[in-house]
């Protein structure tokens, strides 16, 4: 199995749709705290892998772990048996993740979008929960928003309520998925400001899906370059960035930077 | 054809009794439907087969068959297996059954027109699934679903009138009660007729003050 310190570990995990292979027999892990960036071309399965770790996809093949646990999986005797729904959501808890399109819910007030799941799942109480939104609003800037409805916020507004949504959860994984990608290039550069801030003052594992190479550069512990479902290169920011070894990385990289 | 005041005058007693009848059967009947209709998309949907199956078949079977079929098979033919049902709780039962099939296709379609995005977000946030229900996605589907919905309180009220057939005292018996007696057919048809389209026409405007007051999700 895993090393010790391996905190979320991909196991020869395969996922396909269709015809198309997306992760083809892939091994990674993940050290507890680490800030991990995965970067790549699009459809290189960057995505697939934040949404099997969120549930949102069942890997067709393989085995994730998440500390102890297996996520899909729970030990029976000495075979592995599909998890229960309560096992996954017992393992999914540790896990939450900041999507592309924000996806609050609409119909809540922003205090009662952070809130929710504190109540619900961890079972604070309301005056718990409550303050703890109004701190993290605070946090990202939004303060005196607990009353609006999410589409009276801006877009930029809106990834920032999002993020202290997930915050609210106290994870210990965080996944952020291309969260920047649908906002103007000056509102995603705060949005990156703000989650610079977070990452440097938290001790939560990050996995990062962005094209924004700057903030990849400056929050993460470490670059897993993607390519056909498979990771072609794996090292620190400064390795990847100045001196990629891969021929496929240097393409890659060399596209982003013409693109910006 | 001569119209006859005074027998228009005599009947709106009666006539009025046959339409709080009538509203009684509608405001009955869609309750029925709202509730039955959900709980006929919710089954529809179960991962289960066997829930999943014999529901789709059950919610078809009913769709399928005219009501005033099931509303004899309710009130004359229920009691030969030793369940008898009054006039209005048979006609409640049928208009409610009858009509939760096709508000049951309405709760669908606002349900499907949630973004999947939202049932992301709740997986993210571990919510569990009765919440995500309860919380999330249904107060999305809802009020997507009032315009429809509307649409059906006045279609399921313009049936009432086939509650004729089990002896329920609408307007339209109150109507055939008066040409009995009076021969009056012309005025108590009329009459009837009219009551009904006032009706409708109240509850077609209460329904767009609904639609504005919690059509939107925000």
């Known amino acids: 199995m895993t090393a010790a310190t391996d905190f979320i570990a991909f196991d020869k995990v395969c996922k396909s749709f269709g015809d198309n292979r997306v992760l083809d027999d892939l091994s990674f892990s993940v050290a507890n705290g680490e800030r991990v960036t995965l970067i790549g071309p699009s459809g290189s399965g960057k995505t697939t892998i934040l949404r099997i770790l969120m549930t949102l996809l069942r890997p067709d093949d393989g085995t994730v772990t998440v500390g102890e646990d297996y996520l899909f999986h729970e030990k029976q005797s000495d075979a592995l048996a599909p998890a229960s729904d309560a096992h996954i959501r017992r393992v999914r808890s540790k896990i939450t993740m900041v999507f592309q399109q924000f996806n609050l819910f609409p119909n809540m007030k922003v205090l009662r979008n952070i809130t929710e799941a504190p109540m619900l799942v961890h079972g604070k109480s309301k005056d718990e929960a409550v303050a703890r939104a109004r701190e993290l609003l605070e946090l990202v800037g939004l303060t005196g928003k607990e009353d609006a409805y999410p589409s009276q916020l801006s877009g930029g507004q809106q990834q920032r309520v999002a993020i202290a949504r997930a915050l609210a959860v106290s994870p210990d994984v965080l996944l952020l998925d291309e969260v920047t990608s649908a906002l103007d290039p000056e509102i995603a550069a705060e949005v990156l400001d703000l989650l610079r801030d977070i990452a440097k003052t938290s001790d939560v594992t990050m996995l990062c899906v962005t094209h924004a190479m700057k903030f990849a550069k400056d929050v993460s512990h470490r670059v897993l370059m993607f390519n056909e479902g498979k990771i072609v290169e794996d090292g620190s920011p400064e390795q990847i960035f100045n001196d990629p070894q891969h021929d496929r990385t240097k393409t890659f990289l060399r596209s982003v930077i013409d693109e910006t | ?218």
């Open chain 2, 1 to 218: 054809m001569d119209w006859n005041w005074s027998v228009v005058g005599d009947f709106m007693p009666k006539l009025g009794e046959g339409l709080l009848t009538a509203l009684q059967a509608t405001v009955l009947g869609f309750l029925v439907a709202l509730v039955l209709g959900l709980v006929f998309t919710l089954l529809r949907r179960s991962r289960f087969v066997w829930i999943r199956a014999p529901f789709a078949f059950i919610i078809e079977f009913i769709r399928s068959t005219p009501l005033l079929v099931q509303l004899f098979f309710l009130f004359y033919v229920l009691p030969e297996i030793g369940i008898t049902l009054s006039p209005l709780t048979a006609g409640v039962i049928g208009l409610g059954l009858h009509y939760a099939t096709y508000v049951s296709e309405v709760y669908r379609a606002g349900i499907d027109a949630v973004p999947p995005g939202q049932w992301e977000a709740a997986t993210a946030l571990n919510l569990p699934k009765g919440r995500t229900w309860t919380s999330v996605i249904l107060p999305q589907a809802i009020p997507r679903s009032i315009p429809a919905l509307t649409n059906y309180l006045i279609a399921l009220f313009k049936d009432v009138p086939q509650l004729v057939a089990i002896t329920v005292a609408e307007p339209f018996f109150q109507a055939r009660e008066l040409s009995a007696q009076t021969f009056r057919t012309f005025e108590a048809i009329t009459m009837a007729g009219l009551a009904y389209l006032v009706t409708a026409f109240v509850l077609s405007y209460f329904g767009r003050l609904v639609e504005r007051r919690y059509g939107k999700v925000y």
